[in-house]
């Protein structure tokens, strides 16, 4: 598609904190807009739309191709409501592509290596009826079904897992494999804290415990 354009918040080069590609330098495209409104969001900067700017799909890959890595990140925000997002994937055919997504949205047919799948739990919102308003369990099966994935969820106490549980219980063929679990932080004191009741809870139900690097070396800070 040419001379199509996409809103971008930031494009940056750091390592993957989370997930099973954690440790990886990857080149993070971050896009704009979110409709949800998480108590422990560490990119409020990005979740309004008319937070980003318009950029050439063009000049994006021109951009990314600058890094040594073969790893794209596209985060948000929420990547799967960007218009042109499957431009964007098509145009980085040849890079290994993971979409970090909260799973409120299905998008068919995206060019996509790694579904990176965090749906919200209750501990996410002020108002515990917004956790039913943005948990689409159909879309989570779609993607499920049709991309290999990964699912993270945020860990803040121990009964946020039953409540994961119960969200997979709705879910048909989920590998265990699959399911990681991440401490809620946003500052590294936070993160150390949180991480001991994680990796106890990973070991009690055996889960995969995923780090939040960006947490441990760099507290958050933006753009790294
Ligand atoms: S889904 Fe992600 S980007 Fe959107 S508000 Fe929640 S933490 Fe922030």
């Known amino acids: 598609m040419q001379n199509a354009?996409?809103?971008?918040?930031?494009?940056?080069?750091?390592?993957?904190?989370?997930?099973?590609?954690?440790?990886?330098?990857?080149?993070?495209?971050?896009?704009?807009?979110?409709?949800?409104?998480?108590?422990?969001?560490?990119?409020a900067y990005a979740v309004d739309s008319k937070a980003g700017t318009m950029m050439a799909v063009e000049k994006i890959v021109k951009q990314i191709k600058r890094y040594k890595t073969d790893y794209i990140v596209i985060t948000g925000g929420e990547p799967m409501i960007s218009?042109?997002?499957?431009?964007?994937?098509?145009?980085?055919?040849?890079?290994?592509?993971t979409i970090e997504t909260a799973g409120v949205k299905f998008v068919p047919g995206l060019k996509c290596d790694l579904m990176s799948i965090s749906p919200k739990l209750s501990n996410a919102y002020k108002n515990k009826a917004d956790r039913n308003r943005y948990l689409k369990i159909g879309?989570?099966?779609?993607?499920?079904?049709?991309?290999?994935?990964?699912l993270k969820f945020v860990i803040e106490?121990?009964?946020?897992?039953?409540e994961a549980e119960q969200i997979l219980k709705k879910l048909k063929n989920v590998g265990h494999s699959k399911i990681m679990l991440m401490p809620q932080a946003k500052t590294f004191s936070e993160y150390l804290k949180k991480s001991f009741l994680v990796a106890r809870l990973c070991?009690?139900?055996?889960?995969?415990?995923?780090?939040?690097?960006?947490?441990m070396l760099w507290n958050n800070k933006r753009g790294k």
């Open 139 to 150: 879309s989570l099966q779609k993607l499920i079904r049709n991309y290999d994935y990964q």
């Open 5 to 43: 354009e996409i809103k971008i918040s930031e494009i940056f080069y750091s390592i993957q904190g989370e997930g099973l590609l954690a440790g990886r330098p990857s080149v993070f495209i971050r896009l704009a807009g979110c409709p949800l409104r998480c108590k422990f969001c560490d990119t």
């Open 157 to 162: 106490k121990e009964k946020d897992i039953r």
């Open 203 to 215: 070991r009690k139900y055996g889960f995969a415990f995923s780090p939040r690097l960006q947490i």
């Open 83 to 97: 218009p042109n997002l499957s431009g964007l994937c098509k145009a980085l055919r040849n890079y290994h592509i």
